[in-house]
């Protein structure tokens, strides 16, 4: 059973100062995660988490993760310039961005970032924009399907991501004779792999690939970066991850490809993203109307502007009905936003306890892929975002907007200037 990190009484009291609707995150769950993945892969001496900024760019998020240990994984300016703020520098940043303007390059290489490319043509590009720098990664795509015993997890082929094979030693030989020394090797295959398997599985390729790389081109690698893609169950029924299994099995699969091919020094770093937050925040609306036509509706106060992986993917987000977690799953509704958009639909002939006007709702799993993706489509406001802390207070972390950030971009000219608000 899923099980909120906050209750009715506390949201009771959080409304007094912050209303519906919010996304709340626990300090407390973030913390500990993080704690249990460095443990899970403290075999390895180089090991690092590169948070994916996506998933949750909040400056006081990013503090938390750097109290812990981890770098930023950045593929944006505004994402480098918030890591930056933050306090990132040098190799705490990992850039890996596709489709990069020549000026991201640039105030990555002032970080002193490692830069990850997408493509063979970007050495160049690089080279242009920034230099080549002694430290750099390049991100591999294996084409084909990739698929874990007989289930398939993703289709790499289909993926605008990463270098073949043969241009991944191409790159290397032609970055080598440009002044490049040490190397990194990316990939990230399959997203929100609920299986223990996906990290063991895309280590060996790595692993193996790390060898053949250092056979063919002699270059030096330091680090292998298995970027994001482990996922969290979003679902009830679904048994989450297991760190510590999926941290040992990344050790099997280093003793068995990279220690014979004396390659002991290699680090492994992660750029998860989902992990790390997904499960630690929640997004919290309030009833605010019911509907009685071919089906049951309860309308809440937020939307998918707030939340859009429903509307987007269909994707399942378990609700809890505040100060109900014991009642029994009587009614079947569909919990809507007011966008004017029929996938607008936090949950689709869901069962749950009677919803009453006025009942909080919290949307769980909302912490990573959640704010980050809201938009303002029919001109609906995003969100405030709070943190819970480890003492039990809760801070603003970001304020939610008002019309006037939402006009804001008309402020090079006079057309608004009457508007009264
Ligand atoms: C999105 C992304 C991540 C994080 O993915 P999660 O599924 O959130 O773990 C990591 N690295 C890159 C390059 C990404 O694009």
Avoid at 23 to 36: L, P, Q, S, T, V
Avoid at 131 to 142: A, K, L, Q
Avoid at 205 to 218: P, Y
Avoid at 273 to 293: D, F, N, Q, S, W
Wanted: proline fraction near 4%; aromatic fraction near 12%; include cysteine.
């Amino acid at each position: 059973m899923k099980k909120p990190f906050v209750t009715k009484k506390q949201v009771d009291e959080i409304v007094k100062t912050y209303p519906t609707p919010f996304h709340i995150y626990d300090e407390k769950g973030i913390r500990e995660n993080a704690r249990k993945l460095k443990e899970a892969f403290s075999w390895n001496k180089g090991f690092r988490e590169y948070f994916a900024v996506k998933a949750t760019p909040n400056p006081f998020i990013l503090k938390i993760l750097q109290e812990e240990g981890c770098g930023v994984d950045c593929s944006s300016m505004t994402e480098l310039m918030l890591s930056e703020a933050v306090g990132f520098k040098g190799s705490d940043i990992m850039f890996s961005s596709n489709v990069t303007p020549a000026g991201e390059y640039k105030k990555a290489a002032e970080l002193g970032a490692y830069i990850n490319l997408d493509d063979y043509t970007h050495i160049e590009f690089l080279e242009e924009a920034a230099g080549i720098p002694e430290t750099i990664c390049c991100r591999y795509n294996p084409g084909g399907v990739f698929s874990l015993g007989t289930h398939i997890m993703d289709n790499p082929g289909d993926a605008k991501y990463g270098l073949t094979k043969e241009q991944m030693i191409d790159a290397y030989k032609k970055l080598m004779a440009k002044g490049a020394k040490n190397f990194g090797i990316h990939a990230f295959l399959a997203s929100n792999t609920v299986n223990n398997d996906y990290y063991p599985t895309l280590a060996n390729i790595l692993f193996e690939l790390a060898v053949e790389l250092k056979e063919k081109t002699s270059a030096h690698i330091s680090f292998i970066n298995l970027s994001g893609g482990i996922g969290i169950p979003y679902t009830p029924d679904k048994e989450p991850n297991d760190i510590m299994i999926i941290g040992e099995g990344v050790r099997k699969a280093y003793e068995k490809v990279l220690v014979p091919a004396g390659m002991d020094d290699v680090a492994i770093f992660t750029e998860l993203g989902r992990y790390m937050l997904g499960p630690y925040g929640g997004l919290v609306a309030t009833a605010i109307h019911e509907k009685h036509i071919y089906k049951e509706y309860i309308g809440l106060d937020a939307c998918a502007a707030n939340l859009m992986r429903p509307a987007m993917y269909g994707a399942y987000h378990h609700i809890t009905v505040l100060g109900k977690e014991n009642e029994p799953c009587t009614h079947k509704y569909d919990v809507t936003g007011s966008l004017c958009e029929n996938n607008d639909k936090f949950a689709v002939d869901r069962m749950l306890p009677k919803i009453d006007m006025g009942d909080y709702i919290f949307i769980h799993d909302a912490g990573a892929h959640g704010y980050a993706m809201g938009y303002n489509y029919n001109g609906k406001l995003k969100s405030a975002e709070l943190l819970l802390k480890e003492d039990g207070s809760v801070q603003l972390i970001r304020r939610a907007e008002t019309a006037h950030d939402y006009f804001a971009t008309f402020d090079f000219c006079d057309i608004l200037k009457d508007m009264k608000y």
